[in-house]
């Protein structure tokens, strides 16, 4: 059993940067690759980042690549998701989730955890 916990989400102007963290409870965490996913209101909870259970191996969706990087720490059973050059379309409820893999990163029903997600508010 995985929980999963992010912080760090919040109103922040176009241009500028958040981190966001995702703490993992659970003695396997470093087992698990874990994703970063996001809903805006009205549509569907769509993929952003994937990392791998070691850290070498990771996935961007195009739309955020080159501003958004995933990173892991599992010594500390923590997940980051580091936000530049952020957009007004990047405004969503932003969660992290344990599963997945290097084929299936991008499907929600591939991932066995979710957090309880935290807002990131991009002003324009």
């Known amino acids: 059993q995985v929980q999963l916990v992010e912080s760090g989400g919040g109103l922040v102007q176009a241009g500028g940067s958040l981190r966001l963290s995702c703490t993992a409870s659970?003695?396997?965490?470093?087992?698990?690759?874990m994703g970063w996913f996001r809903q805006a209101p009205g549509k569907e909870r769509e993929f952003v980042a994937f990392i791998n259970w070691s850290g070498r191996s990771t996935y961007y969706a195009n739309s955020v690549k080159g501003r958004f990087t995933i990173s892991r720490d599992n010594s500390k059973n923590m997940v980051y998701l580091q936000m530049n050059s952020l957009l007004p379309e990047d405004t969503a409820v932003y969660y992290c989730a344990a599963g997945g893999s290097s084929r299936t990163y991008s499907y929600t029903t591939a991932y066995d955890y979710w957090g309880q997600g935290t807002q990131v508010t991009v002003s324009s």
């Open positions: 659970g003695r396997t965490f470093a087992s698990y690759a």
